[in-house]
């Protein structure tokens, strides 16, 4: 099957005639955040106003003149099931730009046409998506160091362009595959999320657990609970922050011994000032 089938030509948007921008991402290892700073970074040049907001705080009502971003990590065909909770919270937009940013590494799957669904039935006024590669962050026995700064150079490089498309109204939107519906399908059922949290158990080496509770205030769905030592409950979703940002390294797939990958540190994550 040709690429003419499987995706459609990107088309020119609206240009963003918001002033500000509030930008809400959520980012395991930091490849997200980077990638969401990056574009931010880009739209300021551009005299925009930008706020980088963590969907985990939760949204707050966008004032007059504010356009939506959204940055989030493709995950099981689509992302996380909290982001899509989150989406589907959002009020309605009245005709306000908004634009999706994502970061893989290797495919997408059904996220971009799914979430650019969602934001017309909310009656956001789609502005752009793009997708951008990043250093891999599950099960690495090393680390790449040169090839992870090449991909991390390359999407600030794509961000700039990214961002200059929506300033000027060309960044388009992917339409994804044929096959997206099925996709995000099954992305939102559970048993993709237990086979993917058998599959990969997460243990805690007790000899060098610091006992700092990381861990358990970064998760996102609550599934770490802080005791003597963390105890992981049934609701994971392989986001890999808890294994990222353990200092002494005590969190890791039982039986694996997979090398710590972060992009940015714990104060940048939690940071107020992004």
């Known amino acids: 099957m040709t690429s003419r089938f499987l995706f459609a030509k990107e088309a020119c948007w609206d240009i963003m005639k918001e002033n500000a921008v509030d930008f809400y991402f959520f980012s395991g290892t930091g490849n997200t955040l980077l990638a969401a700073r990056a574009v931010a970074e880009e739209l300021r040049k551009g005299g925009k106003t930008v706020r980088i907001r963590r969907i985990e705080k939760g949204f707050v009502p966008l004032p007059e003149g504010t356009a939506l971003g959204i ?15 989150f989406l589907e919270a959002l009020p309605d937009g009245d005709e306000r730009g908004a634009f999706l940013v994502s970061t893989m590494g290797g495919a997408s799957g059904a996220l971009r046409p799914a979430v650019k669904r969602l934001l017309e039935q909310k009656n956001y006024s789609p502005l752009g998506a793009r997708d951008f590669v990043m250093p891999s962050n599950y099960a690495n026995t090393s680390i790449p160091e040169e090839e992870n700064r090449e991909k991390t150079e390359s999407m600030k490089m794509e961000a700039a362009k990214f961002a200059a498309g929506l300033l000027e109204g060309e960044a388009g939107w992917k339409r994804g595959t044929v096959l997206w519906p099925l996709l995000y399908s099954l992305s939102r059922k559970a048993f993709p999320w237990r086979l993917m949290h058998r599959k990969f158990p997460l243990d805690v080496d007790r000899s060098r657990c610091i006992q700092c509770g990381k861990c358990a205030r970064l998760c996102p769905v609550k599934n770490i609970r802080m005791a003597e030592f963390p105890e992981f409950q049934d609701h994971c979703v392989s986001c890999q922050r808890c294994m990222a940002f353990c200092p002494p390294e005590a969190i890791n797939v039982r039986g694996k011994n997979y090398s710590q990958y972060r992009s940015v540190e714990y104060y940048d994550l939690i940071s107020e000032n992004l």
């Open 71 to 85: 940055a989030v990590p493709a995950a099981m065909f689509s992302t996380y099931p909290f982001v899509w909770e």
